[in-house]
């Protein structure tokens, strides 16, 4: 969990963090999460992401930090993990006492203690039963701007209510956890955004409403446990009291609805149309804002969180930098030095040779092996030459990219031949 306050020319006056697995031992968790014996559901504890807070918030008032200055505040959550609140819980978070931390006061407010989380890959059965009830996985991108995921929420609140049909009736609210964050700050149930909203598999992203169709593919009465969703730079409300009066906020400080970490992104790189951006991580992630997507079975279509009447498409990529390290480490001998000098010592277009390289089974495209080609478009069985493999590599996997979003929508200009 990470705090930032920055002031009114967006100079940081202040930054910490709590470390989830280091910080907060007692919840026994790896990497923030648990790791279910069927290696598929994996989850992390709410009373966690809670007790995070309360921990962050006492280390700024220790060290001083002036809360009443605060004017504004917002956030961002990982996408893709809910919350479920049972019945009474707002009752509880509209009359908590500032005496008691606040995991103290919120330990019995969850019908669903473990959330599940973006890394679950639990819910298959689920995701083809709502493709199927919607017409099929292209239709179910057009309604939603994706097809089914495993990981998305609409899927992992079926899983809940066919296997736990009483838990998911105790629940009275259903949050994303960025709006499960904002919740706590704001002292009732904050809205889902738009554009976190529209990671759920239930969003109409032309419409901004909830689909029936897809409600009612995953559990009854779900509407009215979602709350309706609004734009992304919402003004929720003021601040709750208990927050005044813990640690002194104004009873003007604002809240901004939350949103996920991927618009959050968009949104802090200050992305406008016909901008790109790319993360190279241990899985590549592509975003661009878009005026006029065209969904499909690959990648994501999100609502932009600065302009609703735009879009975001997100793609993401598995085989990202664990890939290019295992070509350094098998034609540079493990050098970025010697990779960047190999790559620098070949031409762009790579005389004709192409590569297509996947140790693990990619995402965009569901593909896995190595596929080279050369210039006559002949499958090459064995590596090309070093710095030949290095440029395929890397032009392959930027290509890709490329390919990928132009499906999406992505209109790339061409250039003039003159400049």
């Not at 290696?39 to 930090?65: H, N, Q, Y």
């Not at 669903?112 to 298959?124: E, K, L, Q």
């Not at 992305?271 to 790319?278: F, K, N, Q, R, T």
Request: hydrophobic letters at 35%.
């Amino acid at each position: 969990l990470k705090v930032i306050a920055i002031d009114e020319e967006l100079r940081v006056i202040y930054e910490d963090n709590v470390h989830f697995d280091k910080d907060l031992p007692e919840f026994k968790t790896q990497g923030g999460v648990y790791i279910h014996s069927d290696r598929l559901t994996i989850t992390s504890p709410v009373l966690m992401w809670i007790k995070a807070l309360d921990m962050i918030l006492e280390k700024m008032k220790s060290s001083g930090f002036n809360f009443s200055q605060v004017r504004a505040l917002s956030g961002a959550g990982q996408q893709h993990g809910s919350v479920y609140w049972k019945k009474g819980s707002i009752q509880v978070l509209k009359n908590a006492s500032s005496k008691l931390p606040l995991h103290q006061l919120l330990k019995d407010c969850f019908s669903v203690s473990n959330s599940p989380i973006w890394m679950d890959s639990s819910t298959a059965s689920q995701c083809s039963t709502l493709e199927k009830a919607v017409g099929g996985a292209q239709h179910l991108a057009r309604i939603t701007g994706s097809r089914a995921y495993e990981r998305f929420t609409g899927n992992q609140i079926a899983k809940i209510y066919s296997q736990n049909p009483e838990i998911y009736m105790q629940t009275e609210r259903i949050s994303l956890v960025s709006s499960f964050a904002a919740s706590l700050f704001l002292g009732t149930y904050a809205a889902i955004d738009y554009s976190d909203g529209s990671g759920m598999n239930l969003l109409e992203i032309w419409e901004k409403v909830w689909s029936a169709s897809c409600l009612d593919a995953c559990a009854p009465g779900l509407e009215e446990k979602l709350g309706c969703p609004v734009p992304s730079h919402s003004v929720l409300g003021p601040i709750s009291r208990y927050y005044s009066q813990r640690y002194g906020f104004s009873p003007d400080c604002k809240i901004v609805a939350f949103t996920g970490d991927n618009p959050a992104s968009l949104a802090g790189m200050r992305l406008e149309e016909g901008d790109i951006a790319i993360s190279l991580g241990t899985s590549d992630t592509l975003f661009l804002w878009i005026q006029e997507p065209t969904p499909a079975l690959e990648g994501h279509i999100l609502c932009n969180p600065v302009d609703s009447q735009t879009y975001m498409a997100l793609l993401c990529f598995k085989n990202g930098s664990l890939m290019r390290e295992r070509i350094r480490d098998d034609c540079a001998s493990g050098s970025w030095d010697e990779f960047s000098k190999a790559l620098s010592s070949t031409f762009a277009g790579n005389n004709g040779n192409l590569g297509f390289y996947f140790d693990v089974m990619e995402i965009t495209p569901e593909a896995v092996g190595i596929h080279r080609f050369n210039r006559d478009n002949q499958k090459v069985v064995s590596e090309f030459p070093k710095e030949v493999e290095i440029r395929a590599l890397i032009e392959g996997q930027f290509m890709a990219k490329r390919i990928h979003a132009e499906k999406l929508g992505y209109k790339v200009s061409k250039y003039d031949e003159n400049c």
